[in-house]
């Protein structure tokens, strides 16, 4: 009952709208419509509506009513926003369609197909808007992306290495991380740096207190800081107070596909990532750059072993700044807007736009391997 009183008052909201903005010939802002057929309404769905919204676009979504019934909550937020409308059945003229079909053109003046494709390196080199992943959308909105730039750069941080999340066996260890990406899965890493560092340079919090506490007696600089999510969480802007705190946020793969919302968000916090695949963002992350890069055990613990033993403190100030602006010249909303606007005033009428939908983007990258006769992107 609550999905259908959301349904109807959405649709009979945008009808309202578009009365009101035929009525007076006039719009007050660009209307995007999102046209999906055929695919899950998942949290990449609702990434795509915030980054609109952001760039300053109105949005119509145009569905077909199986999906949106399907649909968890990272759809419905999207409704949440009075600016973005539901239509079902299309509308007659937007200023851009964004459809992972490319009939659905129409009349619009601009057209971008959206590709979930992203991992082959032709993906990452050719043209369109790519733009796998950002920020988790739950703090995809101005007031947390201004605030998160803000945070200074300080030259003194209070955890020398830092990991939170999900790294459960059954979850994190799956055998097509190593199999498609060539990649230490995240289950692996973690308990290779156990292994190696525990009950010496590794630390595990069992509570937010035990971790605030660490942090404030200045016993995490020289160490391994690992949360389990599964004991506690950090949530809303105290992650990112956290995240600044940190020099290096080790950055391991999400489930299956190498990118993970966190290693975007401890770049706008000037956290440098720990990573395997540097090569899969575009521009690649650059090692001694934006990030410390590995490509196997022996040189993750190598990176780490120079992280721990200080050989990186001298470039670390610029290294937190080159973070920071990689983020914020390619994985920002604001580096979204400039791309849309791009192509909004360009002679083109078509692109693509590349978003990762997780374990979609991962079939389809399989797909892609098959049919090439390969075994990886690299």
Same mark, same amino acid.
């Given at each position: ?5 959301? @349904? ?10 578009a009365?009101f903005?035929?009525?007076?010939? /006039? ?7 999102i ?27 145009s569905? $077909?009513?199986r999906?949106?019934?399907? =649909? ?19 509308i ?15 009349? =619009? !003046? ?13 993906? /990452?080199?050719?043209?369109g ?21 803000k945070?200074?750069?300080? $030259?003194? /941080? ?13 979850a994190y ?20 740096? !156990?292994?190696r560092?525990?009950?010496?340079s590794?630390?595990e ?23 389990d999510?599964?004991?506690? +969480? ?9 995240? !600044? ?15 993970c ?32 890069a ?6 993750l613990l ?7 033993e200080?050989? @990186? ?10 973070? !920071? ?16 606007k ?9 692109? +693509? ?26």
């Open positions: 009952m609550r999905f259908e009183a959301r @349904y109807v008052t959405n649709t009979l909201h945008f009808a309202t709208k009365a903005t035929v009525s007076h010939g /006039r719009k007050t802002a660009p209307l995007a419509l046209d999906l057929r055929g695919v899950a309404l998942k949290r990449p769905f609702l990434l795509v509506v915030r980054l609109l919204r952001m760039a300053g676009f109105d949005v119509a979504i569905a $077909d009513f999906s949106v019934m399907k =649909a968890g909550s990272y759809a419905l937020k999207a409704f949440d926003d009075p600016r973005v409308r539901f239509s079902p059945f299309g007659r003229r937007a200023d851009i369609v964004i459809s992972n079909n490319r009939s659905r053109r129409g009349r =619009a !003046r601009k057209f971008l197909l959206l590709d979930f494709n992203v991992f082959p390196a032709s993906s /990452r080199s050719g043209d808007i790519f733009f796998p992943i950002s920020f988790h959308p739950d703090y995809l909105d101005a007031v947390t992306i201004e605030t998160v730039g945070m200074p750069l300080r $030259d003194h /941080r209070d955890i020398g290495i830092f990991f939170a999340g999900n790294f459960a066996k059954e260890d799956r055998p097509e991380t190593g199999a498609l990406f060539d990649l230490l899965s995240r289950y692996r890493i973690v308990e290779t740096l !156990r292994a560092y525990g009950g010496s590794l630390v919090p069992k509570s937010i207190g035990e971790l605030k506490s660490g942090i404030s007696d200045g016993a995490y600089r020289k160490k391994i800081v690992i949360c999510s599964a004991l506690f +969480r950090i949530a809303g802007l105290e992650w990112f107070d956290v995240l !600044r705190k940190c020099d290096f946020w080790l950055s391991p793969p999400g489930v299956v596909q190498p990118y919302h966190n290693t975007v968000e401890a770049m706008a916090a000037g956290a440098i990532p720990i990573l395997q695949y540097p090569s899969y963002y575009a521009p690649p992350l650059r090692h001694g750059a934006e990030c410390i590995f490509t196997e055990v022996q040189g190598r990176a780490v072993d120079a992280i721990l200080g050989r @990186y403190e001298e470039g670390l100030p610029q290294m937190r700044v080159s973070a !920071r602006d990689y983020f914020n010249n390619w994985l920002s909303p604001a580096a979204f807007a400039r791309s849309i791009e192509f909004m005033i360009s002679e083109r009428r078509e692109s +693509r736009l590349l978003i990762c939908q997780n374990t979609l983007s991962v079939a389809l990258f399989e797909q892609t391997l098959k049919s090439s006769g390969k075994s990886s992107s690299q």
